[in-house]
């Protein structure tokens, strides 16, 4: 049997995915396609929520566009910037 003491090592890197849900999905599956590019190479240590960008949570983040939030707190725009540093937050929070 193998026993996990380290809390840490069940935690997974929270991502949220905000597109606009409402709107036909030629609006927004590029961006989708591009993120999911950058992620599946750490799906294993992510648990991700696809998310409305016109809901009451999105305009508390103050966001407006197309968007990827990390732990309710760092945000990606662009799949390019989320492939930056992704790897790095994954490494800070012990996942890889």
């Known amino acids: 049997m193998i026993k996990i003491s380290d809390n840490n090592a ?25 993120v999911f590019v950058e992620l ?8 991700y ?5 016109n809901s009451e949570e999105a305009r508390k983040l103050n966001l407006r566009n197309n968007c990827v939030v ?11 910037t989320l492939k930056k540093e992704l790897a790095r937050l994954l490494k800070n929070k012990g996942l890889i």
């Open 40 to 47: 599946t190479p750490y799906m294993k240590h992510i648990d």
């Open 49 to 53: 929520n696809t998310k409305n960008l």
């Open 70 to 80: 990390i732990d309710g707190e760092k945000k990606f725009a662009s799949s390019f």
């Open 10 to 34: 069940l935690e997974k890197l929270k991502v949220d995915i905000y597109v606009p849900l409402d709107a036909c999905a030629c609006e927004w599956d590029k961006f989708m396609n591009r």
